[in-house]
């Protein structure tokens, strides 16, 4: 995009005036379109075929590369939208899901990775939903740190490696299981705490 942050308004958007249709949430949208795409590549032929494993790698590796793009974008160029609130992290949810359930499918990945991963996700979904009224949790460092790692993990796991990778691999999904435990107990301590504070000012 040239010309820099000149080129484009930066209205917030509060105002209403920025369009649900900008480039940051298309790259929402391909995403969640990829995510079908990517499933049914890597599940031909039972994970068996080389080209159609790689290609599911690839496709994986596009969706993730666009989650981080279109944050920039939006927040860059002023086209944070209520939409892409929403469908951003629903976008990010299916891929990550989609992928941990496909590669525990074809018997690559322990279903209790898979389970302990999806379980965290969900309960900070309807923990944010828990609070809401008391106000937002907002995105952590380790938050993020969590999806870096568990994408490296995943794409390591979704390649067609050799056989001397797969202690690697190990080591990255067990780090990325850790860390979403971690992450995910600090939500909760922020929820409680969020929860507490509000209800203290409440009763003034």
Do not use: C
Request: aromatic share 8%; net charge positive; charged share 15%.
């Amino acid at each position: 995009m040239g010309g820099g942050t000149h080129s484009l308004p930066h209205p917030p958007a509060e105002h209403g005036a920025v369009p649900v249709l900008n480039a940051a949430n298309v790259l929402t949208m391909i995403r969640i379109l990829i995510v079908p795409l990517f499933l049914v590549a890597l599940l031909i032929d039972s994970g068996q075929s080389t080209v159609w494993r790689v290609t599911a790698a690839l496709l994986f590796v596009i969706a993730a590369v666009t989650d981080r793009i279109d944050g920039q974008v939006a927040r860059k160029y002023g086209l944070v939208t209520d939409f892409g609130k929403i469908a951003d992290p629903i976008a990010d949810k299916a891929l990550m899901g989609g992928a941990l359930v496909g590669l525990s499918i074809l018997g690559d990945l322990s279903w209790w990775i898979t389970g302990i991963i999806l379980f965290r996700e969900l309960g900070i979904t309807v923990l944010r939903f828990w609070v809401i009224r008391h106000g937002v949790i907002p995105a952590s460092r380790g938050g993020k740190l969590k999806t870096l790692v568990q994408t490296i993990a995943i794409g390591f796991y979704l390649f067609p490696l050799p056989d001397w990778v797969s202690p690697i691999s190990m080591t990255l999904m067990g780090l990325a299981v850790i860390i979403t435990v971690v992450t995910g107990l600090d939500y909760v301590v922020q929820a409680l705490q969020l929860r507490r504070h509000s209800r203290k000012h409440a009763h003034r």
